[in-house]
């Protein structure tokens, strides 16, 4: 059969039984909507955590009246591992400085006290790929091990916790994506079976006229795609007006708001996206009948 010929029958069998169509279409949308919004919430959840490692730095706290020189090699050491970015030797005296203008508000805090009760510390920055629970762990045990190193401070806790959420969001992401896209396949494989019922007299008149399996298919695959387009084009509608309305809205009275982002490349694939979804439906469908 030739593609405009196909194109015509699928196009006739649309207006012809709109109403099951347009249920298809706008579960399409619902659903490609819904995978559009867990992207949405992924994507920023992982910009987020991406942009705190650069922030992150593990403290070590140096042991009372300790050398110079002793401190030097302390430095050069810790430079030495692949996982340090930089190393800031902070003297108590400026630890103590930087405390007071932090707590300026507070300064009965400091009030009788006689001497510095601060150690020296060096602060550590960590590359990006090290900072992970157990790339922490390792260098913080590794550090604990040098002479002259009290304690290691890291936010352990934090740590864990932000690595759990990136991991969690991008599993609960991705089971959402193929919950949903299955649903999709689903949805086109139950509308395509029963048109292919609804036109099986039709059917049977091409078969007797020797039409091929080709023929017969090709007007359900391109009815298919198309109930997938309009489902990916209402979803992508959808996203853009849930992005317009609601969170542009939101960051002009709740500045926090101002910080998400919205990935736009990724969505204008929702109508190709509904068209591989819609046609794999109707091939499927079309695979366990029996014509």
Not at 142 to 151: P, Q, Y
Not at 165 to 179: E, M, N, P, S
Not at 256 to 262: E, H, T
């Amino acid at each position: 059969m030739s593609l405009p010929y196909g194109a015509t029958l699928a196009l006739q069998s649309l207006r012809r039984e709109k109403w099951i169509n347009l249920i298809s279409v706008l579960t399409i949308a619902s659903a490609l909507l819904i995978i559009s919004i867990a992207v949405f919430v992924v994507y920023n959840i992982d910009a987020a955590t991406r942009s705190l490692p650069e922030r992150f730095s593990m403290v070590l706290y140096l042991d009372d009246d300790i050398q110079k020189d002793r401190v030097d090699g302390i430095i050069s050491t810790l430079r030495r591992n692949s996982a340090v970015r930089s190393v800031r030797y902070i003297p108590k005296d400026e630890a103590l400085r930087e405390l007071k203008a932090v707590l300026k508000n507070s300064t009965y805090v400091f009030e009788g006290l006689d001497e510095n009760p601060l150690p020296d510390t060096l602060e550590l920055k960590l590359r990006k790929e090290a900072v992970g629970p157990e790339a922490a762990r390792k260098l913080s045990d590794e550090a604990l091990r040098i002479k002259g190193v009290r304690e290691v401070d890291y936010g352990e806790k934090f740590l864990a916790t932000l690595h759990s959420l990136r991991t969690g969001a991008k599993t609960v992401g991705i089971v959402l994506i193929v919950i949903l896209s299955t649903g999709i396949v689903f949805v086109c494989y139950s509308t395509v079976k029963i048109l292919f019922y609804r036109r099986k007299d039709e059917i049977e008149t091409f078969k007797l006229l020797g039409a091929t399996r080709a023929f017969i298919r090709a007007p359900f695959l391109i009815e298919g795609g198309a109930i997938g387009l309009a489902g990916g084009l209402i979803g992508l509608i959808g996203i853009f007006a849930f992005y317009y309305a609601v969170l542009l809205r939101l960051s002009v009275s709740m500045p926090v708001f101002k910080a998400v982002l919205f990935p736009s490349g990724l969505f204008l694939f929702l109508p190709g996206v509904g068209i591989f979804l819609g046609v794999t439906g109707a091939a499927v469908a079309l695979g366990r009948l029996r014509y």
